[in-house]
T-cell receptor, first 109, second 114 residues
Framework: GQNIDQPTEMTATEGAIVQINCTYQTSGFNGLFWYQQHAGEAPTFLSYNVLDGLEEKGRFSSFLSRSKGYSYLLLKELQMKDSASYLC??????????WGAGTKLIIKP | TAGITQAPTSQILAAGRSMTLRCTQD?????MYWYRQDLGLGLRLIHY???????GKGEVPDGYSVSRANTDDFPLTLASAVPSQTSVYFC?????????????FGPGTRLTVL
């Protein structure tokens, strides 16, 4: 079966750095996405990785290792508004997105 | 621009009744999707449409039907609602012209079936 694993919940301090991990086992791989979802709102696109390595976009970076079936989202200089759920999704061989259950990130002052 | 709109925002529905969730996008995206999101689970694909006039089944299609008469609209119908269909429903669209084919989501419809 297809599976995306991420931690259920993480806590971090304002101004710090946090890394959210995602491991996947899917039938095929055609890219990995990270989305942010605030409570009661829609998911919004953060990043996309299809090749191994690090993609940096402002305070957010995303890393991919296809051989290990592993990705992480790195958030720097955490702000209270970063409190949200972070969803990892992999596009499989059928070009459909398989979604993890999300990681709820709690930021403390 | 409005992007993707969904209606209604929320609804309480008696079991056995039918209902159509509406979804409209103004981005001229070819592909559209319906997902449900339940606590502790990832988004699950119900139905999708790669282009107007075509539809396909996702991971959890039973009890739901869709149509895609034009590019902008992608309604989701529950013919006879059951309590297990209580969920938050998200519509999404993507422009497959780009290499990333990123999906963009509507605000969601919160449905409670009693």
């Amino acid at each position: 079966g297809q599976n995306i694993d991420q931690p259920t919940e993480m806590t971090a301090t304002e101004g710090a750095i946090v890394q959210i991990n995602c491991t996947y086992q899917t039938s095929g791989f055609n890219g990995l996405f990270w989305y942010q979802q605030h409570a009661g709102e829609a998911p919004t696109f953060l990043s996309y990785n299809v090749l191994d390595g690090l993609e940096e976009k402002g305070r957010f970076s995303s890393f991919l290792s296809r051989s290990k079936g592993y990705s992480y989202l790195l958030l720097k200089e955490l702000q209270m508004k970063d409190s949200a759920s972070y969803l990892c999704a992999v596009r499989d061989s059928n070009y459909q997105l398989i979604w993890g259950a999300g990681t709820k990130l709690i930021i403390k002052p | 621009t409005a992007g993707i709109t969904q209606a209604p925002t929320s609804q309480i529905l008696a079991a056995g009744r039918s209902m159509t969730l509406r979804c409209t996008q103004d981005m001229r995206h070819n592909a559209m999707y319906w997902y449900r999101q339940d606590l502790g689970l990832g988004l699950r694909l119900i139905h999708y449409s790669n282009t107007a006039g075509t539809t396909g089944k996702g991971e959890v299609p039973d009890g739901y039907s869709v149509s895609r008469a034009n590019t902008d609209d992608f309604p989701l119908t529950l013919a006879s609602a059951v309590p297990s269909q209580t969920s938050v429903y998200f519509c999404a669209s993507s422009d497959d012209a780009g290499s990333t084919d990123t999906q963009y989501f509507g605000p969601g419809t919160r449905l409670t079936v009693l």
